[in-house]
């Protein structure tokens, strides 16, 4: 059963989802709906899928077992910003 929705979005957001939409000859409803079931698929946390970009980056660095990566990183901000 399809229950109408009211949504407040910016302009010129509506603007270029419409013609996203039109140019992949879909709806704008269909486009939103099939996201919401994206975002509310019941999977678990411990199984949700990474970008595939993401995912494809999975094991090409292999850091050293005494690696603290949140001293690294502070050290970077550091030698960035100070």
């Known amino acids: 059963?399809?229950?109408?929705l009211t949504l407040t979005i910016e302009q010129e957001i509506i603007k270029k989802?419409?013609?996203y939409a039109k140019a992949k000859n879909r709806s704008l409803?269909?486009?939103?709906?099939?996201y919401l079931k994206f975002l509310t698929a019941t999977e678990s946390k411990d199984s949700e899928k990474?970008?595939?970009?993401i995912e494809s980056l999975k094991g090409s660095f292999k850091a050293p077992k005494d690696f603290d990566y949140k001293k690294e990183l502070q050290k970077r901000r550091e030698d960035k910003y100070l």
């Open 29 to 34: 409803s269909d486009i939103i709906e099939n």
């Open 50 to 53: 990474l970008n595939p970009l």
């Open 17 to 19: 989802a419409k013609a």
């Open 1 to 4: 059963m399809n229950t109408k």
